[in-house]
């Protein structure tokens, strides 16, 4: 089992940056991906950035590339999601994941929330 705990969402002026982190145990952290989504109410869930166990691979939806920066410290079990050049849009509640053996997001966190105001 793998447990994931969020931190560090808030209120940001639009053209402001944010980093969140997740904080995961229960599993070796490194031998797992993990991935950051956002959702808000009325709509799926949408991907925003994935990183391989290693931090070697990452990738980006299209709504978040050259604004967002996902990494992780495998030292400290930690994964995390520089925001900059934060839009309103980019409002959401967002929630890191873990992945599972077969490569599904089979962990959550609980969320935290992010608003950009105009």
């Known amino acids: 089992q793998v447990q994931l705990v969020e931190s560090g969402g808030g209120l940001v002026q639009a053209g402001g940056s944010l980093r969140l982190s997740c904080a995961a145990s229960g599993r070796t952290f490194s031998s797992y991906g993990m991935g950051w989504f956002r959702q808000t109410p009325g709509k799926e869930r949408e991907f925003v950035a994935g990183i391989s166990g290693s931090g070697g691979r990452t990738n980006y939806g299209d709504s978040v590339k050259g604004r967002f920066t996902i990494s992780r410290d495998n030292a400290k079990n930690t994964v995390y999601l520089q925001m900059s050049r934060l839009k309103p849009e980019d409002t959401a509640v967002y929630y890191c994941?873990?992945?599972?053996?077969?490569?599904?997001?089979?962990?959550w966190g609980q969320g935290t929330q992010v608003t950009v105001s105009s």
């Open positions: 994941a873990a992945q599972g053996p077969i490569g599904a997001f089979d962990h």
